[in-house]
């Protein structure tokens, strides 16, 4: 992924308040005003609250209503997958975490227009939500178009690897389904041989096409659509998280 959006290495990356260093970015153009309130009035009223390091949430108990499954979506950039999701699936909780505030308040605009009230944000890194998170609590999870990190150097900061596999295998029920793609071939190749190997993760495709052609239930996102318009041809990923023992 070529686009200048994409997240860049900075020696003074910000850190989380679990100490986590977070790289890339946090704001982007300055919010309009509609934005700003949306940020200062409705994200309050969605940000999940987490609990201290070490204690565990109740996903469910976010919602109002009881849900069927609680699923996750891990950078969601502008939000257009996961407000789709939760448009399509009212049964289903939906949680976000995403730290780039333009895209908070992107998914907040789609949340206040089609009245979603089955959606709930961490507006900040993935990883302290999936650590509160318990076992078996997920039955979906999406990384979509993760940041590429091309150097060899920063491979360790790709989001799918040895860091967070484990984390995402703890979190999904039996059998949940974890979606991954990407346009930039050198993440695509690291994402399935770490997935792969992971003694957690299936890959279910059989076909070309079943990792070439999205399916109908998984919409584009903002960056497919880019990727697609500069000539990239996106990689789509289904695995299952194996029955534990
Ligand atoms: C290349 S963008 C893709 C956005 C969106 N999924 C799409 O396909 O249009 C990657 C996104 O991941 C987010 N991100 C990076 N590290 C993250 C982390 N640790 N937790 C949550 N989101 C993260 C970035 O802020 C960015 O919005």
Redesign the pocket.
Known sequence: ?TDSK??QPTDDAPQTETGNR????RKGRPLRKRRTSLIEDLLPQLQIPLPKPGDRLDPAGLFDTPKREVWLE?????GH?LAWQAAHNPDVGIIG????LN?IAGLLGMVDDESLNNVRIQPD???PLLDALPDASVGRAFV????PWPKKRHADRR?IGPENLPRLARVLKDGAELRLASDDMGLVRWMLEHTVKHPDFEWTARRPSDWRIRPDDWPA????EKAIAAGRKPVFMRFVRRPRG
């Open positions: 992924m994409t997240a977070l790289f890339g970015r891990i950078g969601f950039g502008m997958h975490a995403e730290p780039f895209g890194d993935a990883r979509l178009f993760a940041d989001f996102t903002r960056y497919e």
